[in-house]
């Protein structure tokens, strides 16, 4: 492991303090070259010698590597990351019809919450990623695709157990002088974490949000979705609600399909209740297979008898086309070379 201090998701303030620069004009001038994208210290041309000496003696800019990136013939890119302990962790990036690029990054290698159709909840959770460590994974994705228009916290991991790194990585990407991101263009999705739900309404920052409902079936949630114990779906609701209000903000509900499990009528008069008094978007997205899961994905029929379940009870609904299956790199399917080093080429 590297001694050496990482300078990605760090203030100008706190670059002048952990190098004990004498000018504190210097560290602003890294920071902004971290954000303009510099890869190494000898690109930052404004710097004098001496502290370009000391850059190169006590710092690096980037903690993580790039060990392999993969390309999916619709334009999705996926990058697996090395971490500087070793671990494995996965970053994507989605391209809609409009050309906006959107990352889909880790907060977490693994995930501890053991939702039974998900790959990265097959792993357990490794540990919580730094600040640094998912600015770097935005930063990668940068250089690899061109400026990005949007991030959303839906790749490994549960955000609501790594909020505080996620706020300093927010607050880093979103300042004005660095990376100048806009709030807007933030979302976060979680399990339905509740306590998670009312700590970022109450205390920011302001991003979109999206739960994984994946059903509203009480029995059948705490079947495939273990987090649904501590944290039951009429608190849930409330949690959205108040999330709704405090933010002005429309929630996104999602719900991975998996034949004959949460498809039926049933399960659509289930979603269609939990949805009454919200006003909510619901985004579908048939099942992404994993494999030694034991799911199914429905087929376009049975996607869309639900979807106009929902239609007639005038919900707004999304069916979400796949994306990157082809390098392991859709919705639920990230982590597999934490396993399974060299599955793909
Ligand atoms: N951990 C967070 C965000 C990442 S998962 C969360 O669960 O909200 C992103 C979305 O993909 C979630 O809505 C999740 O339910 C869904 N998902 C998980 N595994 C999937 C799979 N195999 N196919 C399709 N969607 C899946
Ligand atoms: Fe974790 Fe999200 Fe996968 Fe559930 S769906 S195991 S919360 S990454």
């Known amino acids: 492991m ?3 201090i990482i300078l990605s998701g760090l203030f100008p303030q706190e670059i002048c303090e952990k190098l004990s620069l004498k000018q504190a004009f210097r560290a602003k001038q890294i920071y902004q070259w971290i954000y303009k994208g510099a890869s190494s210290f000898e690109q930052m041309k404004n710097l004098d010698k001496e502290t370009k000496a000391v850059l190169e003696e006590k710092a690096q800019i980037y903690s993580s590597t790039i060990s392999k990136t993969l390309r999916d013939p619709d334009g999705t890119i996926k990058l697996q990351i090395t971490l500087n302990d070793g671990r494995a962790i996965e970053t994507v990036l989605l391209t809609d019809k409009e050309g906006r ?12 919450m053991k939702c039974a159709f998900c790959q990265t909840g097959q ?21 690899e695709a061109g400026t990005l228009d949007n991030i959303v916290f839906m790749g490994m991991g ?6 505080d790194a996620i706020r300093k990585a927010v607050a880093v990407l979103t300042d004005k002088n660095g990376r ?12 339905g974490i509740i306590s998670g739900i009312y700590d970022l309404a109450d205390n920011g920052p302001k991003m979109r949000l999206a739960i994984s409902l994946t ?24 949690a959205i609600s108040y999330y709704a209000q405090k933010t002005g903000q429309r929630v996104t509900l999602e719900a991975a399909l998996l034949s004959g499990k949460n498809t039926g009528e049933e399960s659509a008069a289930r979603m269609i209740e939990f949805a009454k008094g919200l006003d909510v978007y619901i985004n579908l997205i048939p099942w992404n297979p994993v494999p030694g899961l034991d799911f199914k994905t429905p087929d376009y029929k049975e996607c869309e008898r639900f979807v106009s379940i929902l239609e007639k009870n005038r919900i707004n609904v999304n069916l979400r086309k796949k994306r990157g299956t082809k390098i392991g790199g859709a919705c639920g399917q990230l982590g597999r070379s934490a396993v399974e080093k060299d599955e793909i080429s």
């Open 123 to 143: 792993l357990g959770l490794g540990r919580n990623l730094t600040a640094g460590e998912i600015v770097e994974e935005f930063m990668y994705m940068e250089k």
């Open 158 to 163: 549960e955000p609501m157990q790594n909020l």
């Open 215 to 238: 059903t509203a079936d009480p029995d059948l949630r705490m079947e495939l979705m273990p987090v649904t114990k501590g944290n039951p779906l009429p608190e849930l609701k409330k």
């Open 180 to 191: 100048a991101l806009s709030s807007r263009r933030i979302t976060l999705s979680t399990s």
């Open 101 to 112: 690029k959107t990352a889909c990054v880790s907060c977490q290698a693994g995930c501890a």
């Open 2 to 4: 590297s001694e050496k």
